[in-house]
């Protein structure tokens, strides 16, 4: 076989290149080659420095993640990365791309890091439930301080070049197309000089000075990391590199690493990894299937979602037609997407220019022809069957020919839909979640007769404007509302018979959730859906309606809220949850944090089962990721169905069984098989 390295003589450099596709991860193969090129520089006395750079679209990603819980093959990278370090001859990192994870701990082993402007650098090991394993943990520290250093470690976003530069990551920039030339340009000017190793610097003094940055930084970031061991681990690691010599604290990053690799998290995080990677491949359609362009989308109402869809397009560059029916709602609507693009320019992620820009895309009208030369419409009007026919039909009149019609409806049916106009393969479903220009999941709906190439579109798109898309196919609910159903069905049930209301939040909040059923429908509100008569009363919603809880605007719906929108149980409600049970004859009894959760979650499991087995998702992990994407589900359990792999498909049948719920035939085939979802 041959390897992935090569090497090139340029004067009295020695050039060390991968090429190793798609993201040059550090494959044995690689270690091995880095560990040889070294050596041969070492070797060679006319070599007098050495460059090490990358072929194709980026710098090392990482480690190989594909060899992670597989017997270790040497060179370590450690080994690798030391042996590097130990050179007498500058070494000179040349990076482009994005020099993540283990690539980046090459960077740090290196005496210098040249990059080109549009590189990013960071260690995103915590968002799969790791921390650098290859000292980035303790040479990091000793290079840039510990308080640079603990958000790169801890919350693993990469950082940009200039960021980089700023706080001495990066030596210098060069040329975005000339850094093999530059590169060594800067290996030729370091001959000579004592090599500078990251491993014995000091700058980490300010963890020493102040150790309070510590707590602070964790106080500060405490709701991001919630639930994950990682960021903990990471935060110990580098407080280590203060506090410990180098070979101590590398003892100390190898001890944490090992127990993350070994934990359920990390397993459960790179599942995720590779189940959104494949989420946006399609099995039934050739990758290579001509996409159709799109230039222009038209989105149909301004509402909250209209907007809110209509900013993806806009923050991507895609021109956007939005339409309404009255002036006044598209003023509205238009004003609303401006504020939240202000609002997101005051918090710094945005430059005035960009919100302009943005904005600029932006044409409202009232017109259905103004949306003729669209190449793509999303109607995200109210949901009602017979208001979306009435929509689709006239797009089908006036939208040109070969165009997409989508519909953001969460659970009516594309395929019906599709029957109000001639064109039912162009027809599919784009349901966006609320606040639509905020998360992250797309649920790609595909009709029956959606055509390959408009579902391999969507796909496409989705990723252009920065969601994760899994595809679902026609059922009410789909994938996620399918799933939320259920358990909704068990959390009323469980209010009825005696569990407290905030307990079952509760009991989702400690499982990882952002919130509980109860607490969301405060948030959404209490009066959606509702018949607007005090005197009709039919449901426990109904009741708290007519006392005019209507959620969190009101500052009062299951819970009562103060100033601060802090909740509290609420005595009224309680005793209004008791009145309906006994109206209802429910007998009232104490129940367990365990019965609620496992009657909240494993019903959800089984219906995920029912989907699989009825075609409805293409496989189990995009299950996993329609609940980590669009309902908060804790990414540390991988998802509901990867969760109910890891207690296993025997516990999950046997707790259905004894609550008395239902158990699809598929989950209790492959629970007895001892088979796994994922
Ligand atoms: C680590 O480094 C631990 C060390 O500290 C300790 C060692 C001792 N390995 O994302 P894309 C595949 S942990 C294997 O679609 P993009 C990916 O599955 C690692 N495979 O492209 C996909 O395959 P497919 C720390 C990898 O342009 C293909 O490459 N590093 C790896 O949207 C294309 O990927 C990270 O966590 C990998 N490391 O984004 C970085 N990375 O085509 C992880 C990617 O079959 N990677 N693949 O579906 C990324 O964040 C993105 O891939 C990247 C490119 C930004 C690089």
Redesign the pocket.
């Known amino acids: 076989m041959t390897s992935p390295i090569r090497t090139e003589r340029h004067d009295n450099v020695l050039v060390i290149i991968s090429d190793n596709p798609?993201?040059n991860?550090l494959g044995q193969a690689v270690r091995a080659g880095l560990t040889e090129g070294i050596a041969e520089a070492l070797s060679d006395d006319s070599v007098e420095a050495v460059v090490i750079r990358c072929d194709g679209r980026?710098f090392f990603?990482?480690?190989?993640?594909?060899e992670f819980g597989k017997p270790p093959q040497g060179p370590?990278?450690?080994d690798a990365l030391d042996k590097l370090e130990a050179s007498d001859k500058p070494v000179v990192a040349a990076i482009h791309g994005?020099a993540?994870?283990?690539g980046c701990?090459v960077a740090l082993a290196c005496h210098y890091r040249v990059a080109v402007p549009s590189a990013k650098m960071g260690l995103?090991?915590v968002?799969?439930g790791?921390i650098?394993?290859?000292a980035?943990t303790q040479r990091l520290p000793r290079l840039v301080g510990a308080e640079a250093a603990l958000p790169l470690v801890a919350i693993g976003n990469p950082i940009s070049a200039k960021k980089a530069k700023e706080i001495g990551l990066l030596d210098e920039l060069v040329g975005e197309d000339s850094l093999a030339a530059d590169a060594i340009a800067f290996a030729k000017s370091k001959i000579g000089q004592p090599a500078p190793r990251s491993s014995e610097g000091d700058a980490n003094q300010d963890g020493i000075k102040n150790p309070d940055i510590f707590d602070e930084f964790r106080a500060k970031n405490g709701r991001k990391m919630r639930g994950f061991d990682a960021p903990n681990a990471a935060i110990e690691a580098v407080k280590a590199a203060g506090e410990l010599s180098y070979a101590e604290g590398v003892k100390k990053e190898r001890e944490l690493f090992g127990k993350l690799m070994t934990g359920t998290q990390s397993k459960a995080m790179r599942h995720y990894f590779?189940a959104e990677?494949a989420a946006n491949k399609i099995d039934d359609i050739p990758a290579d299937t001509p996409l159709i362009d799109i230039k222009k989308v038209g989105i149909i109402g301004a509402g909250t979602m209209g907007g809110g869809i209509a900013m993806n397009f806009l923050s991507a560059g895609i021109p956007v037609t939005i339409l309404e029916m009255k002036q006044e709602a598209l003023d509205r609507g238009t004003a609303t997407m401006r504020k939240n693009y202000e609002a997101t320019a005051k918090k710094g992620r945005m430059t005035a220019e960009q919100v302009e820009q943005a904005m600029g895309l932006l044409t409202p009208t009232l017109e259905y022809s103004d949306l003729a030369d669209c190449d793509l419409v999303i109607e995200a009007v109210y949901e009602s069957m017979d208001v979306k026919k009435d929509v689709f039909g006239k797009l089908d009149e006036v939208v040109k020919e070969g165009a997409i019609l989508a519909s953001n409806t969460s659970y009516l049916n594309i395929d019906e839909i599709a029957t109000a106009t001639k064109r039912p393969g162009y027809v599919l479903g784009l349901h966006f979640f609320s606040p639509a220009n905020v998360m992250k999941l797309l649920e790609v709906v595909r009709g029956e007769k959606t055509r390959d190439d408009v579902l391999a579109t969507a796909m496409k798109l989705s990723k252009k404007i920065g969601k994760v898309a899994a595809v679902s196919g026609v059922c009410p609910g789909f994938i996620g509302n399918r799933m939320l159903s259920k358990r909704q069905e068990q959390a009323n049930q469980l209010i009825l018979e005696g569990a407290n209301y905030w307990e079952v939040d509760d009991v989702l909040l400690e499982f990882g959730f952002p919130m509980g059923p109860f607490q969301m429908g405060d948030l959404a509100g209490i009066d959606i859906g509702w018949h607007r008569d005090p005197s009709k009363v039919t449901t426990i919603r109904e009741a708290l309606c007519a006392v005019g809880r209507f959620g969190q605007k009101a500052g009062k719906g299951f819970y009562d809220y103060d100033e601060a929108r802090q909740r509290t149980p609420s005595d009224e409600v309680k005793q209004i949850i008791a009145d309906f049970a006994a109206k209802e004859g429910n007998e009232q009894r104490d129940i367990s944090k365990d019965e609620i959760r496992e009657r909240l979650l494993y019903p959800m499991v089984n219906e995920g089962a029912k989907i699989l087995d009825e075609g409805m998702a293409q496989r189990a992990s995009d299950i996993d990721v329609v609940w980590i994407n669009g309902y908060g589900w804790p990414l540390y359990t991988g998802g509901p169905m990867f969760w109910a792999d890891t207690i296993g498909l025997d516990t999950v049948v046997a707790g259905l069984e004894k609550h008395g719920l239902p158990v699809s035939d598929y989950l209790r085939k492959k629970a007895q098989g001892g088979e796994r979802f994922n």
């Open positions: 798609p993201v991860a980026t990603a990482g480690a190989d993640i594909t370590s990278l450690p994005t993540l994870g283990g701990e995103p090991e968002k799969l790791l650098p394993g290859a980035g590779f990677r």
